[in-house]
């Protein structure tokens, strides 16, 4: 938010109202998250900032906000735009008419499969979106060395991206065995980002070894589950980002922490949401009518939304309606059910006309799925009669049980990860509880963070079939029965993202849930579900393409 001297003269004219201002917002009311107030007010903006509050201005063009509540723009302080299945300019489409003016998001699914070429992509796209985007550098490609990636990236790596003018900081350190083990490799890369902020990933994580967690400087978290431990953690300095997405979804839980005195130390991210949740719920305007609506206080929320959040990520220049920050801005029909109303990103009104000025990047990674050709015979194990480990999934959680069924149980089906990297062909068979699955197979190329092929099913020849489909179609979901595709999505970018706007994405979903439930599923967001059984950063039990992983102890189970 940078002014030359001639545009710091007219902003300075325009606040004391010697000129007419760029735009006024007249007759609506500002919630101040200072105090708490809500005051009738006009609000000056010139260019890209905020010049004028509580008074009467006159502007070049002027929008009435009578009977309407205007707050800082929203701030999403954690996200993978790879999860929302769209480019980041479809995501810039989709995510900012809910208010969100900012995102903070980590590239590390794009950089798992291609490496520094996805971040620089995401990087190039940020430059260009209506939406401020921010880049975290990912730490953890791979994420452990128990799977296989498409791309590796060390300190080095990130050194040549950390001084580009996106860049905040290191994103989640989700290798918390590594980083209290020592791992050269992990201390190099906080050792270099000392002087930037890092993010946190410590699911679980208490007492002494949180403490020395924390003391690599790491000063956030969104893998928190329960209040206690999130009372811990605010009290060891931890800025808690509160989570709600597509699958992992942490709001109902920490209702109790959303407090006054709590908020300077709290935050909204959603880590992972899709666009049908987007279009049937929100974004972060849902976080935040939820919150209200089950007892929050409308300060705290407000104020975690925005204010709490630039503070905690160093971006000083937005996060209130006041004389000298970003014209992020929000007005509101009703404050308590977050209902937006329009939204100012930078100054600019959100219209589709000021999308359509956008220069779009190209985007990378197709051809990236070279998995090999899968048959029934590769999936299939002699396990009648024995006692074996069962990942338990739970709805709405990514921690998952370690459980143990002598087979055949009931609702117990079978897993495979097939590295799709064309690094080793490995494949990696277990067992999973949770989907309800009865017949078929429900397969998907993103499988965090390593992202190879993921298949879950009840048919052997069903999940070769599903796997071999997704090989064809260069990425996405789909969902086989008797041999037959009920339903795909292709996501040819990278294996992750579509190269079609939010709202086909979004279309898409709606078959393929519907043709998922036919199987018998009960999961009410299976895919990203199945995404994120080869997370072996997760408690408790994973698999990866080198097979079933014990997270606790950190290692493959023989």
Request: one cysteine or more.
């Amino acid at each position: 938010m940078r002014m030359n001297r001639n545009g710091l003269a007219r902003a300075i004219a325009q606040g004391q109202g010697s000129e007419k201002a760029d735009l006024v917002l007249r007759n609506g009311t500002v919630f101040d998250l200072v105090t708490g107030a809500l005051i009738p007010s006009d609000v000056a903006i010139t260019g890209d900032r905020v010049t004028g509050t509580l008074g009467r201005y006159d502007g070049v063009q002027e929008i009435d906000c009578a009977g309407k509540v205007i707050v800082p723009g929203f701030i999403d302080t954690h996200l993978h735009i790879e999860s929302s299945l769209v480019t980041p300019f479809e995501f810039d489409r989709c995510a900012l008419p809910h208010g969100v003016t900012t995102a903070i998001c980590d590239p590390h699914e794009i950089a798992n499969v291609l490496g520094a070429e996805g971040i620089r992509y995401f990087l190039a796209c940020a430059e260009r979106t209506v939406m401020d985007i921010r880049v975290k550098l990912s730490s953890c490609v791979p994420a452990t060395h128990l799977e296989t990636s498409g791309a590796e990236l060390n300190a080095s790596d990130l050194a040549a991206l950390r001084n580009h003018p996106k860049v905040l900081g290191l994103a989640e350190f989700m290798n918390f065995p590594g980083v209290l083990a020592g791992d050269p490799g992990c201390l190099d890369k906080l050792a270099m980002f000392q002087d930037q902020h890092i993010d946190g990933h410590a699911p679980l994580l208490r007492g002494m070894a949180l403490n020395g967690y924390l003391s690599a400087a790491i000063r956030t978290d969104h893998e928190i589950t329960t209040a206690d431990e999130a009372m811990e953690k605010l009290a060891k300095g931890v800025h808690v980002l509160i989570r709600e997405g597509s699958v992992s979804k942490d709001l109902h839980a920490l209702i109790p922490i959303i407090t006054e005195r709590n908020s300077p130390s709290i935050a909204l991210c959603t880590d992972d949401r899709n666009p049908l949740d987007i279009a049937e719920e929100g974004h972060l305007d849902f976080m935040i009518r939820t919150a209200v609506a089950e007892g929050a206080e409308p300060l705290a929320i407000y104020r975690a939304a925005s204010i709490s959040a630039a503070r905690a990520f160093g971006l000083p220049d937005r996060g209130l309606v006041a004389p000298g920050w970003r014209a992020d801005l929000v007005i509101l029909d009703d404050l308590n059910s977050c209902a937006v109303s329009q939204v100012i990103s930078g100054g600019r009104m959100v219209v589709p006309e000021v999308f359509r000025k956008r220069s779009i990047v190209p985007p990378v990674g197709f051809g990236s799925v070279k998995a090999p050709r899968v048959t029934a015979a590769m999936l299939a194990r002699d396990d009648a009669g024995k006692t074996v480990p069962v990942i338990g999934v739970t709805p709405g959680k990514i921690i998952t049980a370690h459980l143990e069924r002598t087979l055949p149980a009931k609702g117990v089906i079978k897993v495979a990860v097939i590295e799709r990297h064309g690094k080793n062909g490995n494949i990696g068979v277990g067992y999973v509880e949770g989907f309800g699955l009865t017949s078929g197979a429900i397969a998907s190329t993103v499988g965090h963070d390593s992202h190879n092929i993921c298949v879950v099913g009840a048919s052997d020849a069903d999940m070769a079939a599903a796997a071999n489909h997704l090989s064809e179609i260069g990425g996405g979901f789909a969902v086989v029965r008797d041999g037959k595709v009920l339903s795909d999505l292709p996501l040819p970018i990278a294996g992750l993202m579509s190269d079609k706007s939010f709202e086909e994405v979004r279309e898409k979903l709606i078959p393929l849930r519907a043709a998922a439930k036919s199987l018998g599923c009960t999961l009410p967001e299976p895919f990203l579900q199945v995404a994120f059984l080869p997370l072996p950063v997760i408690p408790h039990l994973k698999i990866s393409d080198r097979g079933m992983v014990d997270v606790d102890r950190f290692c493959l189970i023989e």
